[in-house]
Every structure is written in structure tokens, then in C-alpha cells.
Antibody, heavy 122, light 111 residues
Framework: EVQLLESGGDLLQPGGSLRLSCAAS????????MTWVRQAPGKGLEWVSL????????YYADSVKGRFTISRDNSKNTLYLQMNSLKPEDTALYYC???????????????WGPGTLVTVSS | QSVLTQPPSVSGAPGQRVTISCTGS?????????VHWYRQLPGVAPKLIIY???NRPSGVPDRFSGSKSDTSASLAITGLQAEDEADYYC???????????FGTGTKVTVL
């Protein structure tokens, strides 16, 4: 059974830094792209970042480019998101999800974790 | 920013058919990129219900179907059931942004 479990969410002040983790199990982690998607309270889904199975790309939404860094440790079956220079508008539930597809341009996300909450407020 | 536009809400009586549109552009759906659909129940992570524009993952009822044409896509739900009340999102890739985009989301209400 595929399982994804995010951790690392916290309450912090603007300008702060945080690293999220996503522990994966139940599938060959190194064979699949992984992504982060966030959802602000009461709002829709916003794609954040994606990393290919070999660490390629990575790809970022314009809203986080230059501030967030996605990485993975295939030996630990873990996905990471390093978040720097955090802003109040980064407040959201952050989901990690497993990529599905043959071409990067056609990826969808077939399994999701329950999410971890990041709150940025002074 | 969302570059895929969906109606904020649709509704129907039990047993009826509803459709949700997803309007993109030449850099998203019009570029030939696949469209995928997710259902999100309150307080729960999204679940993939259509991938590759028309395909259903194992376990998703055949009441759900997807289609794509030109710069738009649609999700149809037939035989509407109370359990279908949820938020639905489309997703694709944007060649201009070099990233993935979700639709604005549609709330389905069963009357």
C-alpha cells in the first residue's frame, strides 16, 4: 500500500525558514517523480514544485522560485522541501504527492499524503 | 496563479448528470498536454479520479468520465450520488510557465 506522510509543519514568523519532509513507503520511491502541492485555508490547490525520479528538473512555481528548494534522498525514501524567506502568503497545508506518467508535461499525481500545516505570521 | 478556469459551482439532483468544464489556453490544454481531475472531500487530501484526460484509475466508478477538446476539458458525473458532493479540480501543464497548474476548483452540490 502506497503511503506518504509529511512532517515539519510549524508556526513561524515572516522571513523564517523551514524544512518539510515526506516519508514514502509501499512503492519503489526512486522510480517516480515527486511533487509538493499546497492549499491555503479555504482556497484551491496550488502546485509548488516537482523533482524527477533522478533529481532532474527541478521545477518550481513562480511564487516560490528562488526561495524554496526541493530535494530527495532515494536511499531514505524521503522527499524534502526547504522553504526560506517565508511570507504570510505561504501559509497553507502542504501536500506531497507521487507522480505518474511517462512525460514530464503529462504528469499527474496519483497518491497524496494527509498534509502538514505551515503558518507564517507575526 | 490558476490558468485553468472552472465554474465555481454546479449542482444536480440524485441520479442526474452534471458536467464540469476546465478552460485553458494555447500553452496548457491547447498545447496537447493531458488533463487530470481530482476530487477533494472536506478535510481530506485530493484523490485522482481521471488521468490522461479520459482514463479512470482502478476503483473509480465508471460514472466518472473525462473528455478534452481544443483548449478545454470536461468532467462528467452521471447517476449523481450524495457522496459525490465535493470539490473537483482539473490539472495540466503550462509550457509557458514550465510548471503544473490546477483549475480554480468546482464545488458539486447534490440537491
Amino acid at each position: 500500500e502506497v503511503q506518504l506522510l509529511e512532517s515539519g509543519g510549524d508556526l513561524l514568523q515572516p522571513g523564517g525558514s523551514l524544512r518539510l519532509s515526506c516519508a514514502a513507503s509501499g512503492f519503489p520511491f526512486s522510480d517516480f517523480a515527486m511533487t509538493w502541492v499546497r492549499q491555503a485555508p479555504g482556497k484551491g490547490l496550488e502546485w509548488v514544485s516537482l523533482i524527477t525520479r533522478s533529481g532532474g528538473g527541478p521545477y518550481y512555481a513562480d511564487s516560490v522560485k528562488g526561495r524554496f528548494t526541493i530535494s530527495r534522498d532515494n536511499s531514505k525514501n524521503t522527499l524534502y522541501l526547504q522553504m526560506n524567506s517565508l511570507k504570510p502568503e505561504d501559509t497553507a497545508l502542504y501536500y506531497c504527492a507521487k507522480g505518474k506518467g511517462m512525460l514530464v508535461e503529462n504528469y499527474c499525481f496519483d497518491y497524496w499524503g494527509p498534509g502538514t500545516l505551515v503558518t507564517v505570521s507575526s | 496563479q490558476s490558468v485553468l478556469t472552472q465554474p465555481p459551482s454546479v449542482s444536480g439532483a440524485p441520479g442526474q448528470r452534471v458536467t464540469i468544464s476546465c478552460t485553458g489556453s494555447a500553452s496548457t490544454i491547447g498545447a496537447g498536454h493531458d488533463v487530470h481531475w481530482y476530487r477533494q472531500l472536506p478535510g481530506v487530501a485530493p484523490k485522482l479520479i481521471i488521468y490522461g484526460s479520459t482514463n479512470r484509475p482502478s476503483g473509480v466508478p465508471d460514472r466518472f468520465s473525462g473528455s478534452k477538446s481544443d483548449t478545454s476539458a470536461s468532467l462528467a458525473i452521471t447517476g449523481l450520488q450524495a457522496e459525490d458532493e465535493a470539490d473537483y479540480y482539473c490539472q495540466s501543464y503550462d509550457s509557458g510557465l514550465r510548471g503544473y497548474v490546477f483549475g480554480t476548483g468546482t464545488k458539486v452540490t447534490v440537491l
